[in-house]
């Protein structure tokens, strides 16, 4: 695709339920970050991905959240017993390579927990 | 600690220039992004400084003084479309990239 893609663009989980944000990268990018957004706020790094190796984890908040990226391009972050803190933008992006100027971001998901 | 400082919001009318500060406190330094970011949209890649001086694109221009610790976004011409958040970013020594809260940019007819 022309851009990263992330689904759903929307997700409402009530608390103590378990979600699955997907996130497409731009074909052939081999870094691939995931961050959340609380509103007002910028973007904060959650972990990294080059290839399938997960470099960094350590902005994950708690145990409760886990991401993979088992071959290296399609990456899914996994949320379990979703609390009402966890609601957020969680915005995913990916970069040719791990220190190349850009990344580009995907559209991001909207988690709302009740 | 680490920590990345800009305004929290800004007003401008259009057709002015208005320049947005930012500066930094960071384990290492090897970069300087600035991101644009409208409500409900992802953040779009604006500038990337990795030395100090002026770097001029279009009507955005981006300044960084590393030993300041210090980097400004300018912006001309100032249209209607760029009413958004401004974000800047700092890539530290171990890569990881840094967001600072944003600065929401108001323009006014």
């Known amino acids: 695709g022309a851009g990263v893609s992330q689904s759903p663009r929307y997700k409402v989980a009530k608390r103590g339920q378990d979600v699955a944000l997907r996130c497409d990268p731009i074909s052939g990018h081999v870094s691939l970050f995931w961050y959340q957004q609380a509103l007002g706020q910028g973007p904060e790094f959650l972990t990294y991905?080059?290839?399938?190796?997960?470099?960094?984890k350590s902005g994950l908040p708690s145990d409760r959240f886990f991401a993979e990226r088992p071959e290296g391009s399609v990456s899914t972050l996994k949320i379990q017993r979703t609390q009402q803190e966890d609601s957020a933008v969680y915005l995913c992006a990916s970069s040719l390579e791990q220190d190349t100027d850009t990344q580009y971001f995907g559209p991001g998901t909207r988690l709302t927990v009740l | 600690g680490q920590n990345i400082d800009q305004p929290t919001e800004m007003t401008a009318t259009e057709g002015a220039i208005v320049q947005i500060n930012c500066t930094y406190q960071?384990?290492?330094?090897?970069?300087l992004f600035w991101y644009q970011q409208h409500a409900g949209e992802a953040p779009t890649f604006l500038s990337y400084n990795v030395l100090d001086g002026l770097e001029e694109k279009g009507r955005f221009s981006s300044f960084l003084s590393r030993s300041k610790g210090y980097s400004y976004l300018l912006l001309k011409e100032l249209q209607m479309k760029d009413s958004a958040s401004y974000l800047c970013a700092v890539r530290g020594r171990d890569d990881k990239i840094i967001f600072g809260k944003g600065t929401r940019l108001h323009i006014l007819p």
């Open positions: 960071t384990s290492g330094f090897n970069g």
């Open positions: 991905f080059q290839n399938e190796a997960q470099l960094d």
